[in-house]
């Protein structure tokens, strides 16, 4: 059975989003609502980051009258900050958008965390695919868990979800209450991704909206409990989803990550110009596939060029976390499910990793991570 928008309105119509019976669609809150040829309805209601809680329950009614139509195989419906304070008041109309000379607003990483118990959420990002975000997002996330930290993984890649297989992770996450999924562990590590919740040959034909939402019920809708960190792989490039994950998260800063070349650089320069005028903090630069170690002799070879991306960090006045060479160590271990940091921690790649993680994690905080003695878990 074919599901129509009206159908979904006129079900959503039948929802209310404050004391005076002012419904969903009425209240100017509502985004577009987008049907999938797989009858997967997704939509996303506005609010402010100090809404968050209240509108909760709203969200949750939503997201079940349209489930209840009949032939709809799924819903994603997520709140959304898209910008500080943008959210009109309940029955009111929107408010127009900013004029062009408008300067940005802060963000969510200004006004505190909405995910409860999560400290720090950082975006590893790229202004391109290709060149290792997924490998160094997880192989960051080890090393900060090595450091005595509680950290979590998730991979909002949806169209390229790594992280299942850089984990070795398999099965479909449990859900413990409600909608509530409970993330998958490995390593010491929290993570979740959309790869395991589809099939694994599936392509994900989704529009940017329909992104942003399966994105935010993610983040939301996953039992994260107490973090120190909350590593997020993120596409790549600086289309609409990413513009929009950065708007509508806590984000506390990004990563961003790029190989020598010049081809790279510029992509990454416009990652970096993305979360700057999203207010977000650029925690740094890290340049990976840095130089080819030869398995045989162990010689470097600078294939992409060298030292791009620290000549780069500071043009930009960003802080260069560091370099990560291209070796068949990081390769092997990546394809096997295997992480060479958990996997070889007294490792010189594993080393690399370390330090990179320290560096991060004192521009986040501004204090060193070790907490306690470093903990690897092997599975």
């Known amino acids: 059975m074919a599901i129509t928008r009206d159908d979904v309105l006129k079900a959503l119509s039948t929802v209310t989003v404050d004391g005076g019976g002012t419904t969903l669609p009425g209240s100017g809150r509502l985004s577009q609502v987008l049907i999938d040829p797989g009858n997967r309805v997704m939509f996303s209601i506005l609010i402010d980051p100090s809404e968050a809680e209240r509108f909760e329950p709203v969200r949750r009614e939503a997201e079940g009258r349209v489930l209840a139509l009949p032939g709809v195989s799924s819903v994603l419906a997520s709140l959304t900050a898209e ?25 969510g990483n200004a006004q505190g965390n909405a995910l409860p118990g999560v400290r720090h959420i950082v975006a590893v990002a790229s202004g391109k695919g290709g060149v290792g975000k997924s490998t160094t997002a997880c192989n960051l996330a080890l090393a900060l868990s090595a450091q ?3 950290v979590g993984l998730l991979d909002a890649d949806i169209y390229g979800p790594s992280v299942p297989k850089l984990l070795g992770l398999s099965g479909k996450p449990r859900v413990i209450e409600g909608k509530i999924l409970e993330p998958l562990q490995a390593y010491g590590l929290k993570a979740m991704s959309i790869g395991l919740l589809i099939e694994p040959e599936s392509a994900m034909i989704w529009r940017g909206p329909m992104v942003q939402s399966a994105i935010t019920q993610m983040l939301r809708d996953v039992a994260w409990g107490e973090l120190d960190v909350l590593v997020v792989d993120m596409p790549p490039g600086t289309g609409d989803a990413q513009l929009t994950m950065a708007q509508a998260t806590p984000l506390s800063g990004a990563v961003i990550v790029s190989t020598p070349q010049d081809l790279a650089l510029i992509d990454a320069r416009r990652g970096v110009t993305m979360f700057r005028k999203v207010s977000v903090p650029i925690l740094g630069v890290i340049e990976n596939m840095a130089t080819f170690i030869c398995p045989n002799c162990g010689a470097a070879s600078a294939i992409f060029g060298h030292g791009g991306a620290r000549h780069e960090a500071e043009r930009l006045e960003v802080p260069f976390l560091g370099e990560i060479p291209l070796t068949m160590a990081i390769r092997e271990t990546s394809d096997a499910g295997r992480p060479v940091v958990a996997t070889d921690p007294d490792g010189p790649q594993a080393k690399v990793y370390r330090e990179i993680a320290e560096k991060l994690w004192g521009n986040l905080t501004g204090a060193p991570a070790g907490r306690a003695a470093p903990r690897i878990v092997i599975e």
């Open 148 to 150: 005595g930290l509680k």
């Open 83 to 107: 910008r500080a304070s943008s959210a009109p008041a309940a029955g009111a109309a929107p408010r127009p958008p900013a004029g062009p000379g408008t300067p940005p607003p802060r963000q």
